[in-house]
């Protein structure tokens, strides 16, 4: 069946970097748009970035524009976000998600979800 899945979380540094992947099981996903949000304790899920399907277009959350890129790579059905220069504040559980909505930077807009992956910045 259709599934999602985060890979690549872990335990880093103030000022390291991940790279957490997002394999999808069927091609569909590779006409969909994708993308990453993050959800921390006690807060609310929100966005990080998000790719069209042709990756010609990218959307960033301030808090990660400049550190963050996200890419996909549709040969593999699998979404990237390497996030560089990681702060405490990032640390969360990071969920991938895909959809074909007209709002990517919105959780509305995706109706698959990957379990997430959790990301640890220590400082």
């Known amino acids: 069946q259709a599934q999602l899945v985060e890979s690549g979380g872990g335990l880093v540094q103030a000022g390291g970097s991940l790279r957490l992947s997002c394999a999808a099981s069927?091609?569909?996903?590779?006409?969909?748009?994708m993308g990453w949000f993050r959800q921390a304790p006690g807060k609310e899920r929100e966005f990080v970035a998000a790719?069209?399907?042709?990756?010609?277009?990218?959307y960033y959350a301030d808090s990660a524009k400049g550190r963050f890129t996200i890419s996909r790579d549709n040969t593999q059905n699998t979404v990237y976000l390497q996030m560089n220069s990681l702060k405490p504040e990032d640390t969360a559980v990071y969920y991938c998600?895909?959809?074909?909505?007209?709002?990517?930077?919105?959780?509305?807009?995706?109706?698959?979800w990957g379990q997430g992956t959790q990301v640890t910045v220590s400082s």
């Open positions: 998600a895909g959809g074909s909505g007209n709002f990517p930077t919105r959780a509305s807009s995706y109706p698959y």
């Open positions: 790719v069209r399907w042709t990756g010609g277009n990218t």
């Open positions: 069927e091609r569909t996903f590779s006409r969909y748009a």
